[in-house]
């Protein structure tokens, strides 16, 4: 004879007991929980745009933020963003220490417009003191600080980093490779640093495993020279520099 147990009792200790009780929030709760992010979501993309929505042609720049103050990488990060403002560009930045805080130092140095798109971390990030007042945002969300990033950015920038840097790089790479966004110059400075990488891409991704098209390369540069840089990015738009559509779908 079948045997139907009472639905009050699911969960409770003792024989014939099915499913463990959930600990924690009920699945309605979760639902409103994730309702609500999606404002946050949505006020981090509103304030970025706001941001943003006045400033001229821009260079995004990553790198590590354990490059100390007087090495040979934020000397070469600060002449960058010194560079780069002088030729006109807004200079964007991750808005931590190190290479960020190089670049953004350069750039405000040269009366440029120095912009810090700052991550939230448990670490407790703070931003640089380099960042004009009016053009610093803190995100909760990395995909949101992604978007600001390439949505405004006529190149991208990456000096010696760590995991952060390879995400923001091969996510630019991948967008511009997939069609989401129009492409510009990904340029990866310091060639002793960056070259084995790029080799791997080449030889191993390209060549030996046909992973990936020629085209997919025609985009990336190797460069140690911060005027180098500069004459890439400059020929790169050729015929002036223009909004591109955002990465947004």
């Given at each position: 004879m079948a045997r139907y147990e009472d639905s009050s009792?699911?969960?409770?200790?003792?024989?014939?007991h099915s499913l463990?009780?959930?600990?924690?929030?009920?699945?309605?709760?979760?639902?409103?929980i994730d309702g609500w992010r999606v404002f946050k979501i949505m006020a981090e993309f509103v304030s970025g745009f706001e941001t943003m929505s006045e400033t001229g042609p821009a260079v995004t720049v990553?790198?590590?933020?354990?490059?100390?103050?007087?090495?040979?990488?934020?000397?070469?990060?600060?002449?960058?963003?010194?560079?780069?403002?002088?030729?006109?560009?807004?200079?964007?930045?991750?808005?931590?220490?190190?290479?960020?805080?190089a670049a953004n130092k350069g750039a405000?140095?040269?009366?440029?417009?120095s912009v810090g798109f700052n991550i939230k971390l448990p670490n407790q990030q703070s931003p640089n003191r380099y960042i004009d007042h009016d053009k610093l945002v803190s995100f909760q969300y990395f995909f949101v600080r992604k978007v600001m990033f390439i949505k405004y950015a006529q190149a991208f920038i990456a000096l010696p980093g760590g995991f952060g840097?390879?995400?923001?790089?091969?996510?630019?790479?991948t967008l511009i490779q997939t069609g989401k966004s129009e492409r510009f110059p990904v340029i990866l400075m310091g060639k002793d640093y960056w070259d084995g990488f790029y080799r791997w891409i080449?030889?191993?991704?390209?060549?030996?495993?046909?992973?990936?098209?020629?085209?997919?390369?025609?985009?990336?540069?190797l460069e140690d020279s911060p005027e180098a840089v500069i004459d890439i990015i400059k020929a790169f738009y050729a015929d002036g520099y223009g909004p591109r559509p955002s990465p947004l779908p």
């Open positions: 009792k699911i969960g409770e200790e003792g024989p014939g463990p009780r959930r600990t924690g929030v009920s699945r309605e709760s979760d639902f409103m990553f790198g590590s933020t354990r490059v100390h103050g007087g090495s040979q990488e934020y000397l070469l990060a600060e002449k960058l963003g010194r560079l780069l403002a002088t030729e006109g560009f807004v200079v964007i930045t991750g808005g931590g220490p190190g290479v960020m805080e405000q140095g040269a009366g440029g417009v840097t390879l995400d923001e790089v091969s996510e630019a790479i080449r030889d191993t991704m390209l060549k030996e495993k046909g992973y990936i098209g020629q085209d997919d390369l025609d985009f990336i540069y």
